[in-house]
């Protein structure tokens, strides 16, 4: 299994970033995803999920800015983040599993915002 993150970078306040997270190794459409961030002395938040049957759950610090959408015909899973603000600063990964266990995590992409 092999998730592999993508997009993050240094953006300014307002701005738009898309992550992207390439997978392989398992049958993608079998599995929930979801993207989970980090940021430094905060709490691990899961910020989207994704079912393997399309229902789609945001976290309300995000609702409204950020979008999860899967590529299934490359197996890949994106994060369309507009109006970003200093808070949204974090490490994030993307994830992989089901109910509600997440035992699958790529490497993450760092997203800055200042």
């Known amino acids: 299994v092999q998730l592999v993150e993508s997009g993050g970078g240094l953006v300014q306040p307002g701005g738009s970033l898309r992550l992207s997270c390439a997978a392989s190794?398992?049958?993608?459409?079998?599995?929930?995803m979801a993207w989970v961030r980090q940021a430094p002395g905060k709490e691990r938040e899961l910020v989207s999920t994704?079912?393997?049957?399309?229902?789609?759950v945001y976290s309300d610090s995000v609702k409204g800015r950020f979008t999860i959408s899967l590529g299934t015909a490359k197996s890949t899973l994106y994060l369309q983040m507009d109006s970003l603000n200093s808070e949204d600063t974090a490490l994030y990964y993307c994830?992989?599993?089901?109910?509600?266990?997440?035992?699958?995590w790529g490497q993450g992409t760092q997203v800055t915002v200042s």
């Open positions: 190794g398992f049958t993608f459409s079998h599995y929930n």
């Open positions: 994704i079912s393997r049957t399309g229902d789609i």
């Open positions: 994830v992989t599993g089901s109910g509600g266990n997440w035992p699958r």
